[in-house]
């Protein structure tokens, strides 16, 4: 444990704060100390790579510390979107955050709370992300909801067609 705290604390020195967090992501470190060091150098990426890497190593018994970790990365997603949507030139970079996301709330969407989710996701604006939590949660009517809210009244009566003849979508 303290040669991977050593190694990653010269990767973080240097600069290579991706790798830094790869390397904190093994130790037994608090995961606020290293957390609060890639918050002040303003590393949000890293941090970001340093959560998910953590979340792999803890025990699905310990519900709240996933719990607080998955709603902190959903924040941590959106707001990268929100950021990348008015980033000129950023399409690449953000299809890429977005495909992310996508795969990360796809494999955790049981450790986050559904209200606090939902609140996160309406306040960033995200249709597409509620969407799809919405289908992840089989959250029907929240989903009806939304087709109709969005003006789509025909996606809210196919919806409504494939839960009366018992084809989830």
């Known amino acids: 444990d303290r040669v991977l705290s050593a190694q990653a604390d010269h990767e973080f020195g240097r600069g290579a704060y991706e790798l830094a967090a790869l ?3 093994k130790t037994r470190l608090s ?3 290293v957390a609060l060091r890639f918050m002040g150098a303003g590393q949000r990426r890293a941090l970001r790579t340093f959560l998910l890497h953590k979340l792999d ?3 699905n018994a310990q519900s709240a510390q996933l719990t607080m970790i998955c709603t902190w990365l959903t924040e941590m997603y959106l707001h990268a979107l929100g950021e990348l949507r008015l980033a000129p030139g950023a399409d690449a970079e953000r299809a890429a955050v977005e495909a992310e996301f996508a795969d990360f709330i796809t494999d955790k969407f049981r450790h986050l ?3 606090v989710t939902y609140g996160l996701l309406e306040a960033h604006g995200g249709a597409q992300e509620i969407e799809h ?3 992840l949660c089989e959250d029907w009517e929240r989903l009806l909801e939304l087709h109709v809210k969005n003006g789509q ?6 919806l409504l067609e494939s839960l009366l003849y ?4």
């Open 153 to 158: 009244p025909l996606r809210a009566l196919q």
């Open 23 to 25: 390397q904190y992501a």
């Open 166 to 169: 018992g084809k989830v979508p």
């Open 133 to 135: 939590y919405a289908k």
């Open 31 to 33: 995961l606020e100390e």
């Open 113 to 115: 709370n559904p209200a």
């Open 57 to 59: 190593a803890i025990d």
